[in-house]
């Protein structure tokens, strides 16, 4: 038996920094949501635990051997469950590394989706979501890949409504950027939670709320990587954008636009602009089917 999770890209629609905890952790509020752009993760039956790795972005995980999360999220289910055979694991890379966009989170919460389905257990969500918390601080957002409110430390997780239709264009100047640097290097105060009662119907409406919000580290991540001012300058220009902004720590910036078609035609404008960039268009999703 074989089993497929998607991986899908994680975008912080906002974020905001509202505090910090005695153990040096800050605390947010953010709205994330999922694209139908990312990664898979193909899983069997084996003795013991295996990972390949194949795809565009493959060469970045060469050195990530059992320190990688996709292994380390398969031992961590496998250890709560009390499963003693192991799993051949494979990673279809085509998101980039320490991006802002979740790839690596992602990738461990459709390893225990892939898995739960593998080994035929039964673990709901919210147990996922509390052994994911773990691995770090954006995996649990990860495990339904729907939208969501996130507060705490990223351990906070509510289901948002379902988002309007819209489509989403990535762009990331290839520049890795850790996410401990960019709160290392953030300075100022701290803001209030950014969330919002009703949902708009339309993706106008939700970049005109969006816009009312913003990211509060983008301004460190400029600061260590200053190509983000000019993605964020190139997005806000395309046709039919809506919003710009960073997502998560950075560096992948993405623009809304009405539809996907918009954004992929804003993609190729962009790409034949800036062919060493990553980019990639797709739509953003309330709710799909992660696994299967």
């Not at 290097?185 to 005109?208: I, T």
């Amino acid at each position: 038996m074989r089993v497929k999770a998607f991986a899908p890209a994680k975008v912080n629609l906002y974020l905001h920094v509202t505090g910090r905890r005695a153990d040096g952790y800050h605390l947010l509020d953010s709205l994330v949501a999922f694209a139908d752009v990312g990664d898979c993760i193909f899983a069997k039956e084996a003795t013991d635990f295996s990972l390949e790795v194949s795809g565009p972005e493959a060469g970045a995980l060469t050195a990530a051997g059992e320190d990688n999360l996709v292994l380390r999220a398969a031992r961590l289910l496998a250890a709560h469950t009390g499963i003693s055979t192991g799993a051949a694991l494979h990673l279809e890379k085509r998101l980039p590394v320490a991006a802002g966009i979740g790839g690596g989170s992602s990738d461990a919460a459709a390893t225990m989706r892939a898995l739960r389905d593998l080994w035929q257990i039964a673990v709901d969500d919210a147990t996922l979501r509390a052994l994911a918390a773990e691995l770090g601080a954006d995996v649990p957002a990860c495990i339904s890949g729907c939208a969501v409110w996130v507060g705490g430390i990223g351990e906070r997780i509510e289901l948002a409504v379902a988002l309007p239709k819209a489509g989403i264009l990535f762009a990331n100047p290839r520049r890795n950027l850790p996410t401990a640097a960019v709160f290392a290097a953030r300075r100022g105060g701290f803001g209030q939670p950014g969330r919002f009662g009703q949902m708009p119907s339309d993706a106008a409406g939700l970049g005109q709320i969006l816009m009312r919000r913003r990211n509060d580290l983008t301004d460190a991540a400029i600061g260590l990587v200053p190509e983000i001012a000019t993605v964020l300058a190139r997005l806000a220009t395309l046709p039919g954008a809506l919003l710009a902004r960073m997502s998560g720590s950075g560096a992948t910036c993405f623009a809304l636009f009405g539809d996907c078609y918009e954004a992929e035609s804003a993609g190729k404008i962009l790409l034949a602009a800036e062919p060493l960039w990553w980019c990639a268009a797709g739509s953003l999703v309330a709710a799909q089917k992660l696994s299967g």
